[in-house]
């Protein structure tokens, strides 16, 4: 059934939405026991993560049982209610295993290694914390069972097989970063679906990454199927976004756009926001528009702290103490008044620094595309506020207000320092840009690997043991981080004299992971490492807005040069006569590395003139790949 026609069928009586619901619930698991039907139903007493953990898991010989989750993640719940509950499976890992239970949202280092197993991820390790074993998903309980007492056998017996994890290999540094990055292009294409859009055959996922790689390709290479790829795509995510509270579900199943997961998680809204925005500057098409406020609406009166920062995620489903579950597929099909009567689906209310550092961006794109104002005003508020509650004095940010947690996290760092450069180029504060400086040096200094250039996940953790104990590069985060260093390089390097420590940096890091056999091992999750590759290698054109920012003629034409789809350009506020002359009235200037425009003054001349001084000045590059 489509959502269409799902929404067509709504549930006339809360009497048969509660009934829809029950149904829904009881279907993934009908082959096993539900917990209220055991009368000697179980539970795991789960573990921190923590150093105390890990050693009496090693003092008694225990298997550890790794189980990341996310607080929206409907299956999670579900194995929980069941097969964690499951009499049999607690005995189990009562008596043999140290159990700990991990928060994905609350530690991307930890998320970052198991994400390719999903949510929940179930991780297995030896007592003294090498990798077993790893599965995928919900597993029922008599199956997992089995699986344990295999495991406690093995161990027994001393035939436990660990899996062998390689170390990184390093690229060969004389492959060259156009070429690391037509063989990314060419395996996210593999990925592609050309039918519904979207990367990837089974789950429909509007991976933000990857959209807006195609985006760039198309303008940068001048590539007409990578906007069909990105347009498409976006076209059919929509279906996703909820009617009625607004905000997009996090991805469908069977292998269509019309069957839901009902959570909402964040990083999705922002991905969103920044993909519509931007598909409404390229294509002037009003409901690409509508599509981003849709969202952001959402976020800014359902996932808003009251003193400005972004909320976690949000349930798929309505889950109340005393009460029946309501699914997702029940709750969302109803009308507002009947959702706010039956409740609300539990809010996350954590305040992360990667997820704001996302929406601070999404929200200065929102800006731009739009001309509206309250959006960059929440960004401000939201950046004011991190600085105050996250940011340490050596210019990173801790990953939660209140963190007890020393280590400090890539994805925060990146995050942040991309919103704060956003909040620069949207209204030509220099402060925001220092604040962004700040960020990269502190990543400068204490994330990269001396010896590779890569930039590992996380600080240093001096309690970390076995295979944690192994800082990771991983290609989506050195892609974020060499996104912020290439953008931050062209921020200040001015007229291409000033030297800067940033693209040096970003290019090594980028090189160093561009083993063709390891990003072949990324498979599509390579959309952020794909994007670092493209903004390292393309050219750059320089809009300089040049008057006062209180004069409305200048705030006229820093609107027209935000609203320019093109994604090479570095978009400033200079003073008149530092590097341009004085008109006596404000204009715009483009340049590329060896030609600049005659002066702009009138906004609403400003796109058709700059298309003409890219189509003589800055061609594109040609496509150097050849699509599957």
């Known amino acids: 059934m489509t959502i269409g026609a799902t929404r067509a069928a709504r549930v006339t009586s ?15 698991v009908a082959a096993t026991r539900h917990p209220e039907a055991s009368a000697v139903a179980a539970e795991v007493a789960w573990q921190p993560w923590s150093k105390a953990s890990f050693e009496r898991a090693r003092a008694e010989r225990r298997l550890i049982l790794v189980n990341v989750v996310a607080t929206w993640c409907h299956w999670c719940h579900v194995m929980e209610e069941t097969t964690y509950r499951d009499p049999e499976v607690a005995a189990l890992l009562r008596d043999h295993f140290a159990t700990i239970r991990v928060d994905s949202d609350a530690r991307p280092d930890v998320a970052e290694r198991y994400r390719e197993w999903g949510w929940p991820a179930t991780g297995v390790l030896s007592p003294d914390a090498q990798p077993v074993l790893e599965l995928r998903g919900y597993q029922e309980p008599r199956g997992f069972a089995a699986r344990l007492r295999q495991l406690v056998a093995d161990r027994d017996r001393g035939t436990l097989r660990h899996r062998v994890v390689e170390p990184a290999r390093p690229a060969r540094e004389q492959r060259a970063l156009d070429a690391i990055r037509d063989q990314v292009a060419a395996q996210l294409d593999g990925f592609y679906e050309p039918d519904q859009g979207g990367w990837g055959k089974q789950q429909r996922y509007p991976a933000p990454g990857p959209i807006e790689h195609a985006f760039v390709r198309a303008r940068v290479d001048d590539d007409a199927a990578s906007a069909t790829q990105a347009l498409t795509t976006l076209a059919s995510a929509a279906k996703l976004i909820d009617p009625v509270f607004g905000g997009m579900y996090q991805y469908s199943v069977d292998g269509d756009w019309d069957h839901p997961h009902f959570e909402k998680i964040t990083a999705i809204q922002a991905g969103a926001i920044r993909n519509f925005a931007y598909a409404h500057r390229l294509t002037g098409e009003a409901r690409w528009l509508d599509h981003a406020r849709d969202v952001a609406r959402y976020m800014t009166t359902m996932m808003r702290a009251p003193d400005g920062g972004f909320y976690t995620s949000q349930d798929a489903d309505l889950r109340r103490e005393g009460a029946p579950a309501v699914v997702g597929a029940a709750y969302y099909a109803a009308d507002e008044a009947s959702r706010r009567a039956l409740g609300i689906p539990r809010i996350d209310t954590e305040v992360y620094a990667d997820l704001n550092g996302m929406m601070i961006e999404a929200l200065c794109d929102l800006h731009a595309a739009s001309g509206d104002r309250d959006p960059l005003e929440q960004a401000q508020t939201t950046a004011r506020r991190l600085l105050e509650t996250h940011a340490d004095p050596g210019g990173g940010f801790r990953h939660r207000a209140e963190d007890p947690d020393a280590r400090r996290y890539l994805r925060d760092q990146v995050a942040m320092g991309r919103g704060l450069l956003a909040l620069y180029r949207s209204t030509g504060d220099t402060a925001w840009l220092a604040h962004a400086e700040r960020v990269a040096g502190f990543m400068l200094a204490s994330l990269r690997d001396p010896d590779t250039g ?13 295979v944690f104990a192994r800082r990771r590069t991983p290609h989506e985060e050195n892609g974020l981080a060499a996104r912020l260093l290439a953008a931050l390089h062209r921020h200040t390097d001015g007229d291409g004299t000033t030297a ?12 160093s992971l561009g083993d063709p056999a390891r990003v072949a091992e990324e498979g599509r999750i390579l959309g952020q490492y794909a994007l670092g590759l493209q903004e390292v290698t393309m050219a750059t054109l320089d809009i300089t807005i040049v008057g006062d920012l209180a004069a409305p003629g200048t705030g006229a034409l820093l609107a027209a040069a935000l609203r320019y789809p093109e994604p090479r350009a570095v978009v400033e506020v200079g003073r008149p006569g530092d590097r341009y002359p004085d008109l006596g009235k404000p204009a715009v200037y ?9 002066p702009i003054t009138r906004p609403e001349r400003f796109a058709t003139a700059a298309d003409a001084f890219v189509r003589t000045s800055l061609p594109p590059r040609p496509a150097a790949i050849m699509r599957p």
């Open 590 to 598: 483009l340049c590329t590395a060896s030609a600049c425009s005659t």
């Open 454 to 466: 890569a930039f590992f996940a996380h600080t240093l953790d001096p309690d970390a043991v076995g």
């Open 14 to 28: 809360m009497a048969a939405m509660l009934l829809g619901a029950l149904v829904g619930c009881a279907a993934p």
């Open 500 to 511: 800067t420590p940033y693209l040096a940096a970003a290019e090594r890091a980028l090189a």
